[in-house]
């Protein structure tokens, strides 16, 4: 790895922060490496945007160390740091207009107009926004005001971007099309991105690795694929994506998995790790593993359910079932799929549920 | 109903009148040809013109709107630098009663400010050694103390509904704070600069009170010449100069207000709670 790539780093030691004695970031340890897009995913009031600004420099930890590139920036002021940050508002400045904003920080830099020009114009390229250059900011719309932030961040050249919810003003169409877009400019320029959003579809489908937060603590860091299928807690399996839960007490445990009794069903489930027999535990299953109206045998575990509900989402259909102790057990269909009686079956009819061992995972307490 | 909106036209013509017809009296015989005061005998400027050649208006004049330019633009710098302390400043404690003590001026009976003022001048002047009790100097500095509250207040009212992330995005871009609120700060600040500055021109342009302490003889301001001029005798001139003082006045209060509607307009967007999220 070159030393240009390393520059990328960041490394969080044990970061804390709190406000009026109000705990925001509890100590809390993350790495970054170089060109790597990680998400920080999780609700409002979780602390994800504070340990964007702590990165930044806009705010100083109250305890704990920040590295960027191997260099301890802990107590450097924003200005000082290879880091810049897109904010959630784009906060182009409304009396300079889109080439002069995209210049800035260019102007405060030091570069000769000429070396300005040249940039600011490959920036503009980056974004798509050629043709722009001498618009005023009231004159744009959100998307564009939204890359108008983004090239006058890339146009610095940062070892590390921030983004705070750069979507969330953006209607749905152009969202999904920003998001591809940020992808395609991150893979070309290959600078460090973290990412701050609530959407978990964001998270799981733009980063390399995703950070649940949950109350001031990253909860579960990995990629998007085993934050989803192996979810650390329950916070995590309902935050990303739906879930269903089964309490039950394990009947026996091996190095192949384990029998877990919840209630008049019996579960199986695979892989090594469960806890003890005796212990409680909660079982995870997501609702697409689950077949409905399953043939009797196909499947290791099965389960009784009487529908409740059905909704259509187009592309999908999402049942809801009661199970025999009243609770709520969710499978989702393919519409357009002749899927085992899906679309037919009709409330209140009782169906057999049935999923493999390997689609369930034990959560943690 | 038509009872009630016939007394409410009423009652508002009658406010109206109260305010304005002494002012428009004054207005309309400046333009008399009458040598007495409150006689009509047709349109005349020869009023308008009898002051340009008079030596006392025009040195009054001139050092009124010398001294409003001077002073208004100290109190927008001064009071500027406050209302940014106020807004944007650390959050020690008792910033809430400096923002506070800041307006003070502008409930401290003028006569009191321009009495302490006298004071201080004198006493600076036996500690000096240089005579600056009275003059263009110590009146600059009193009419710049009438205007810095009123120039603090609106740029600390326009900063607190500006959201910071203009001036964190240019720290992140690698500005620092001197420039930030040189190319940040200061351009989203215009519109409050230019009705702040405008307000204390207003202040300054037609004081009396702390003026009359501080002028001496040798630095009489326009209000001062027409006080000084009606205790001699009431002449159609000094309707003249009343008028004249009105009109500038009134365009520089409409200008501020004017300012102050155009920056509601293109308003920024709302300040978001800075705080943890």
């Known amino acids: 790895m070159t030393s240009a790539a390393a520059a990328g780093t960041v490394e969080l030691r044990g970061v804390a922060k709190s406000f009026d004695g109000q705990p925001i970031l509890r100590p809390l340890d993350l790495t970054v490496a170089a060109g790597e897009f990680l998400a920080l995913l999780g609700g409002s009031g979780c602390g994800k945007t504070t340990l964007l600004r702590i990165i930044a420099g806009l705010e100083v930890p109250d305890a704990g160390g920040v590295r960027i590139g191997g260099r301890d920036v802990t107590s450097a002021p924003p200005y000082e740091r290879p880091v810049n940050m897109m904010f959630q508002s784009y906060a182009v400045f409304p009396h300079l207009d889109v080439a002069a904003n995209i210049g800035y920080g260019l102007r405060a830099a030091g570069l000769k107009p000429a070396e300005r020009l040249a940039l600011v114009e490959w920036a503009l390229a980056l974004v798509r926004l050629e043709g722009l250059a001498r618009r005023r900011p009231e004159q744009l719309s959100g998307g564009q005001r939204q890359r108008v932030a983004l090239a006058r961040c890339l146009v610095k050249k940062p070892a590390v971007l921030l983004l705070d919810e750069p979507m969330a003003a953006l209607d749905r169409n152009l969202r999904e099309e920003m998001q591809r877009e940020l992808v395609r400019i991150q893979r070309d320029v290959g600078t460090t991105f973290i990412l701050v959003t609530h959407d978990q579809d964001e998270a799981m489908s733009m980063a390399d690795r995703v950070a649940v937060m949950e109350a001031g603590r990253i909860v579960q860091c990995g990629p998007p694929r085993e934050v989803y299928e192996r979810p650390a807690n329950r916070f995590v399996a309902r935050f990303v994506g739906r879930v269903n839960f089964l309490e039950g007490v394990v009947r026996e445990s091996t190095s192949a998995g384990c029998r877990v009794a919840c209630g008049p069903f019996e579960v199986r489930v695979a892989g090594a790790g469960a806890p003890s027999a005796g212990s409680a535990c909660t079982l995870a299953i997501r609702p697409e593993r689950v077949a409905v109206a399953a043939p009797p045998g196909a499947f290791l575990n099965e389960l009784e359910g009487v529908l409740a509900a059905t909704a259509y989402f187009g592309d999908f259909v999402r049942a809801e079932f009661r199970l025999a102790d009243g609770s709520r057990f969710e499978a989702t269909l393919a519409a357009g799929a002749p899927a085992a009686g899906g679309p037919s079956l009709a409330p209140g009819e009782s169906v057999r549920l049935g999923f493999d061992a390997d689609a369930v995972v034990v959560l943690g307490p | ?277």
């Open chain 2, 1 to 277: 109903m038509a009872a009630g909106a016939r007394w409410r036209s009423f009652s508002l013509a009658g406010g109206f009148a109260f305010l304005y017809v002494p002012i428009l009296w004054i207005i309309v015989y400046s333009f008399s040809a009458a040598t007495v005061v409150g006689v009509w005998k047709g349109f005349s400027w020869r009023w308008y013109a009898g002051l340009l050649d008079n030596e006392d208006f025009r040195l009054a004049a001139e050092r009124s709107l010398l001294l409003a330019v001077v002073a208004a633009t100290l109190a927008t710098a001064l009071g500027t630098l406050a209302g940014y302390a106020l807004a944007r400043g650390p959050r020690v404690v008792g910033r809430r009663p400096l923002a506070v003590l800041l307006g003070v001026p502008l409930f401290v009976p003028e006569i009191l400010v321009g009495f302490s003022l006298l004071l201080l001048f004198v006493a600076l002047e036996s500690v000096l050694g240089v005579p600056v009790g009275k003059g263009l100097v110590p009146l600059v500095a009193a009419h710049a103390t009438l205007g810095l509250p009123v120039v603090a207040s609106v740029v600390y009212a326009r900063l607190a509904g500006t959201d910071r992330h203009y001036e964190e995005a240019a720290l992140d871009l690698g500005a620092r704070p001197p420039r930030v609120f040189l190319t940040v700060t200061l351009p989203l600040l215009r519109p409050a600069l230019a009705s702040g500055w405008m307000l204390a021109f207003t202040l300054s342009f037609d004081d009396v009170v702390t003026s009359s302490f501080l002028a001496g003889p040798s630095a009489t301001t326009l209000p001062l010449f027409v006080y000084s001029s009606i205790r001699i005798g009431v002449t159609p001139e000094i309707n003249a100069v009343g008028t004249l003082i009105v009109v500038t006045v009134a365009a520089c209060v409409v200008i501020a207000m004017l300012r102050g509607r155009l920056a509601a307009q293109a308003r920024l967007p709302p300040a978001r709670d800075a705080g943890p999220q």
